[in-house]
């Protein structure tokens, strides 16, 4: 009777709704703390009202392209790939927006808690992070299990072409949401920091910057809804190839399905215990983090042992794989807290660099971007050899489904990095005590490092993704078509796959340029023509501002973001599958390469820049400081807009050659 529970959707959609009630009644517990007074609510409601907003306009333009997709899957796929796509779109966009509203209830409660110390407010903005964290694991589960329940119920065909529109749909909007809310956060971060840093040497968020209620509107739109869209699609996408791949390489054994479906509901219940572990000991903030994610796998691996043993007792290599997957996830952890954090010698070193000028501080964060590649490329490819050896093909999904089943905790880490900012600016907007400062600002350097690992995290599973589509793509072709280097169409789409990233990339940096001058224009003009700002006696127009990002970020977001949509189906129709399929394998390698250097760079320029602003090499102020700002400057659109969209982008190449693919044999 227990197997046959296991042998179907039902533990999975069980585990996704207590999982989206879990992050309710932490919500329900987030509201009952107090929001301070009457000038920190006056921030925190502008900061509301201009994140909902740019929500609205984003998802307005969203939802046309969404619906011009949906027509097209209807009439050559039929309903079902239609109505898969439509259900990864909704659920990808409440998973952003649910991501953006519990953050911007709980930065005001973060600052009024920072008043009685660290503990109290590391406690409430992990406690908003969590809500995040599961309710994108929550949703990504029960939307792949509830369809897949729906396909074996309602259509007669044995065909998983449904899932793969339910992967496009997610991944869809994904890639809006990432390169969105990147264009905004960064633009508007870049152009009020150029101005108020640099021009009139003032700190940052002061309340005199016209543009600081746009910067902290665009660490909730991007940091918060971007990353929660972006990290629901990875889970999603995850389990789907790994349903595929099961299905593709044990035709008939439909047990093999449900088990990546397994694995994500053990590890939702792994996660909810593991964030009872977060618990703060003196000021040792990574520590308490680290905590909750040492017991989530370990209570994690025990469960997968069990699944396996019960539904596959001949299989006991599936386990050895699923705990590869975990420790590829820490071992991401830790090389990316290395280079990123304060307490390392990669961060310290680029600090010192920012003592002989600007110019020597872009060329060390550089550096440190690209070597910061090899470590991770090193782990991976281990991890997708083992994997492979334990399980063939299977093993590298199941891999990648152990360490994306980690989704809760992981956000959870994660996403109190952006409350903590929030807060800060709050803070420091409304006048309260220095000490409240520190305390934001000790959360908010850690919130840098975390974000980062997420990133790491999410880019190093989307490359096992990946293969693992690839794969899917190559079997859906049959075994009469090979991919020979000596093959001139594959080469060629290797080519064209490698130099999709950069393209990508750069269209994204350039977005953040082009609206970031258009914000430092609207700063310098509020700062000339309004008298007064600068002695506090005139209030600055922020309105103004957060408009001018939002209209910038929404036009500049489209064309780059339909370059993985429209290149498979140019590419695949015009040279072949041989040559899409080495599209796919060029855009793999080459997106690894640049979306782990940008952000693993990017985050290290900030924390350098945090360091400094700490009292060493000068403190605030100063040259080096001056420096450190300039890098921070570059490495914002690294770390926020093109490096995390890359990975998204990947993903959706592959889905649509994977759709494509019937047509193409």
Not at 183 to 191: E, L, M, P, R, Y
């Amino acid at each position: 009777m227990f197997i046959n529970f296991l042998n179907s959707t039902q533990p999975a959609i069980i585990a996704g709704i207590f999982s989206i009630i879990y992050g309710i009644l932490l919500t329900a517990k987030i509201l009952k703390h107090p929001r301070g007074d009457d000038k920190m609510n006056q921030i925190s409601d502008a900061i509301n009202e201009g994140a909902n907003a740019y929500m609205k306009r984003q998802y307005i333009v969203i939802s046309i392209i969404g619906l011009i997709i949906f027509a097209i899957l209807y009439f050559i796929f039929g309903k079902f790939t239609a109505i898969g796509f439509a259900i990864g779109a909704v659920f990808s966009s409440i998973a952003g927006i649910v991501g953006m509203g519990i953050a911007v209830k709980s930065n005001i409660r973060t600052a009024q808690a920072a008043k009685n110390g660290l503990e109290k407010a590391f406690s409430l903005a992990f406690a908003g992070g969590s809500v995040t964290g599961f309710m994108v694991a929550g949703l990504a589960l029960l939307a792949v299990s509830g369809f897949y329940l729906f396909l074996t119920t309602f259509s007669k065909s044995a065909s998983l072409q449904p899932l793969v529109g339910l992967a496009f749909g997610s991944s869809l909007i994904s890639v809006f949401a990432r390169l969105g809310g990147g264009i905004f956060t960064k633009s508007a971060d870049v152009g009020t920091d150029m101005v108020g840093k640099i021009e009139k040497n003032i700190p940052e968020d002061d309340p005199r910057n016209p543009g600081v209620i746009a910067d902290l509107v665009g660490d909730n739109v991007g940091d918060d809804a971007g990353m929660a869209a972006d990290l629901f699609e990875t889970y999603l996408v995850t389990a789907i190839a790994a349903m595929i791949l099961g299905k593709l390489t044990f035709p008939g054994n439909q047990t093999i399905i449900y088990y990546p479906l397994l694995i994500g509901a053990v590890s939702i219940f792994a996660s909810i215990i593991g964030s009872f572990f977060v618990k703060l000991s003196g000021k040792k903030i990574m520590l308490a983090l680290y905590q909750g994610l040492t017991v989530t796998a370990i209570i994690s691996l025990i469960g997968f042992y069990l699944i396996t043993v019960l539904m596959f007792p001949e299989k006991i290599n599936f386990f050895y794989t699923s705990i590869i997957g975990v420790v590829l996830t820490i071992a991401m952890v830790v090389i990316t807290e290395y280079y990123t954090s304060k307490k390392f010698s990669p961060v310290k070193n680029l600090a010192q660099a920012s003592t002989t000028g600007h110019g020597t501080n872009v060329i060390a964060g550089l550096a440190l971007s690209m070597k910061s590649t090899l470590a991770p490329i090193i782990v991976i490819s281990l991890s997708t050899i083992l994997a492979y050896y334990f399980a063939g093909l299977y093993g590298i999904a199941i891999a990648a489904m152990s360490m994306l089943s980690l989704t809760g905790i992981i956000v959870s880490i994660d996403a109190f990095g952006p409350i903590t900012d929030n807060a800060g600016g709050i803070a420091e907007m409304s006048g309260l005590d220095e000490k409240i400062r520190k305390v934001t600002d000790s959360l908010d350097a850690v919130g840098n490092t975390t974000k980062a690992i997420t990133k790491a995290y999410a880019i190093g599973s989307a490359a096992l993704a990946a293969l693992v589509l690839f794969t899917s793509y190559t079997q859906e072709l049959g075994q009469q078509v090979i991919f020979s280097l000596a093959d001139p169409y594959v080469v060629i789409g290797l080519f064209i796959g490698g130099a999709l990233p950069y393209i990508f990339a750069a269209l994204a940096m350039e977005a953040v340029g082009k609206a970031s001058i258009a914000v430092v224009n609207e700063v310098r003009r509020q700062f000339k023509e309004i008298k007064g700002i600068m002695e506090g006696k005139a209030k600055p127009e922020y309105g103004k501002a957060v408009d001018i990002v939002a209209k910038s970020a929404i036009k500049q977001m489209i064309v780059p973001s339909l370059i993985p949509v429209l290149t498979p189906v140019i590419v695949g129709l015009a040279f072949g599958s041989k040559a899409l399929g080495g599209l796919l394998l060029g855009s793999i390698v080459t997106g690894l390469f640049v979306a782990i250097s940008m952000t693993t760079g990017g985050a290290a320029w900030d924390n350098a820049k945090k360091y400094i602003e700490e009292g060493h090499l000068g403190g605030k102020g100063s040259f080096a400081h001056q420096s450190a700002v300039t890098g921070d400057t570059v490495g914002d659109p690294y770390k926020d807009t093109a490096g995390p969209a890359i990975n998204p982008m990947i993903k959706v190449l592959n889905i649509v050659a994977l759709l494509l693919a019937p047509f193409l044999i």
